[in-house]
């Protein structure tokens, strides 16, 4: 199994990399969106540190500009992470602590996720192992070890709405922040749970039937239709409960955009998902 780490140049993924620096089956990767004039710096920084562990070093730069909104540059990111995983066993590990747990439970009830936005980053392809930690934490940390880092420019830029959150989240009380915390770790348990129940029962892609949508209760649905899409689009609760009246309530025929590429195709008696859309069909 190998442990791919993200390593940005910044504190957080700097002290995460100097934990596993002694893993031989570790190693670094770096994705330089092409935002930022230095993210070439970033880039030979990161590179210097592999090699300073000994450890292989993969990269990708993408031009995405300074215009690129936060799901593009993370939907990016992610792609390349996932495009170096070899086997089922090996995991990309990112440097996501506590208190980006919190600005993340936050940023996801704002989108409107529901009650799922409270149990946010779970994915079995990563593993989170700073996620204990806090920020504090991670400075005393680098500075014990007198470990050099990049700052990130964007960090500070207020039209980046994670950059607001945490400015918020600084005026909570440390018992606020450890009382949200204890919620979303018994939500990432429900979550897991109903997960495990959605394996068994839930209908197999990427033809579904209709009426199983319909007899269902909204909630009900709602959960099945997530599970089901999981693997091809992520959603929020809004855009689910608009899919959800489009299998429930439009004529065969018709299709539902879900994303700039993917569709649901609506049939008389299920409806299924297609990738690149027919432009023949009329679009809502």
Request: hydrophobic content about 35%; charged content about 35%; some cysteine.
């Amino acid at each position: 199994m190998r442990k791919l780490l993200a390593v940005s140049g910044g504190i957080d993924s700097v002290v995460m990399l100097h934990l596993f620096r002694g893993e031989k089956n570790a190693a670094v990767v770096h994705f330089d969106h092409g935002i930022r004039e230095s993210s070439a710096e970033d880039c030979a920084f990161v590179e210097k540190l592999a090699e300073e562990y000994g450890l292989p070093f993969y990269s990708k730069r993408a031009e995405l500009g300074e215009d690129c909104s936060e799901e593009k540059a993370r939907a990016s990111r992610y792609a390349f992470f996932e495009s170096l995983l070899e086997s089922p066993e090996d995991k990309i590990y990112t440097a996501h602590h506590r208190d980006d747990l919190l600005e993340s439970v936050v940023i996801n009830l704002l989108r409107g996720t529901g009650w799922r936005g409270l149990s946010p980053l779970r994915n079995a392809k990563i593993e989170r192992p700073l996620l204990d930690w806090t920020k504090a934490d991670i400075y005393r940390y680098a500075t014990e070890h007198r470990l050099r880092f990049r700052l990130d420019q964007t960090n500070s830029n207020e039209k980046y709405l994670r950059n607001r959150v945490r400015d918020k989240l600084r005026e909570l009380s440390e018992t606020k922040k450890q009382e949200l915390v204890q919620l979303s770790l018994k939500q990432r348990e429900l979550a897991d749970e109903i997960d495990e129940i959605l394996k068994n029962i839930a209908p197999n892609g990427p033809q579904f039937e209709r009426e199983f949508f319909c007899e269902l209760s909204r909630a009900e649905a709602m959960e099945f239709l997530r599970f089901c899409l999981a693997s091809y689009v992520s959603l929020t609760r809004p855009q689910f409960e608009r899919a959800l009246r489009a299998i429930r309530e439009y004529l065969p025929g018709k299709r539902f955009s879900l994303s700039k590429d993917l569709f649901l195709l609506i049939h008389k008696y299920y409806f299924e998902i297609e990738k690149s859309g027919a432009k023949n069909l009329p679009t809502h």
